[in-house]
């Protein structure tokens, strides 16, 4: 019975020494610098969202795999994947670009909750993602603001 607790008391020590091995790093920086239109197919649209990171760690951050869900107003809009790789260098950035698809459902859910205000301007959205980095690597990111749509002009003749 003690040898038993002697292994799991050292097993638990090496996990706790191995945590220390891993380095501290501050969040990345994510912001949605654009948005362009793809060639979608069927009752499925997709776009191409570009995603300025920023590293403000001392150390480089390579990854292998991009990730993303995007919820306009609250709902599930788009998510996307892509299989590209890369470094982002200590206190640099690049601009990540990742195609999402949005399904016909998605569209309707949304053209209901958009018919419940009275203006497109100022729509909450929230951007999940990561960059895949291996099993300790992966970094996780959230970004949030408001999406400002152009509405319906009134115009006299």
């Known amino acids: 019975m003690r040898s038993v607790h002697a292994v799991i008391l050292s ?10 091995l891993f380095p501290n790093r501050d969040p990345l920086n994510i912001n949605v ?8 197919q069927d ?11 920023q590293n403000p760690n001392d150390t480089t951050i390579d990854y292998n795999g991009v990730a993303l869900d995007l919820e306009v107003n609250g709902q599930p809009l788009a998510s996307g994947v892509s ?15 990742v195609p999402v698809s949005v399904s016909a459902f998605s569209v309707l859910r949304q053209t209901f909750g958009l018919s419940q205000m009275q203006t497109l301007n100022n729509m909450p959205y929230v951007l999940h993602g ?10 996780r ?17």
């Open 11 to 20: 097993l638990l020590l090496l996990s706790l020494s191995a945590c220390a």
């Open 33 to 40: 610098v654009g948005i362009q239109p793809l060639q979608s």
């Open 83 to 97: 299989d590209q790789s890369g470094s982002i260098a200590r206190f640099s950035e690049t601009v990540l670009t």
């Open 141 to 157: 990111f959230v970004d949030s603001g408001k999406l400002s749509l152009p509405g319906p002009t009134t115009g006299s003749l």
């Open 43 to 53: 009752m499925e649209v997709r776009f191409a969202v570009k995603i300025r990171v």
């Open 130 to 139: 990561k960059l895949a980095a291996g099993l300790f690597g992966t970094m």
